[in-house]
C-alpha cells in the first residue's frame, strides 16, 4: 500500500483505492497517476504530494 498526502489540504491518496474523482483506477501506483493529476480536494498538482 502506498500512501500520498497533499501538503496543501491533507487529502491522502492510497493507491490501494485510487480516486474516483481524479478518474484514477484502484491499485494505481503514485508513480503510474498522470503528471496532470490534481489533488480533488483543493487542485494541488501532483508534485505538491509528499510521503506519508
Not at 15 to 43: H, L, Q, R
Amino acid at each position: 500500500m502506498e500512501r500520498m498526502q497533499c501538503d496543501k489540504c491533507g487529502y491522502v491518496y492510497d493507491s490501494t483505492e485510487g480516486d474516483a474523482k481524479g478518474n484514477v483506477a484502484p491499485n494505481t501506483a503514485w508513480a503510474d497517476v498522470p503528471a496532470d493529476y490534481k489533488c480533488p480536494e483543493c487542485g494541488a498538482s501532483k508534485d505538491d504530494f509528499i510521503i506519508e
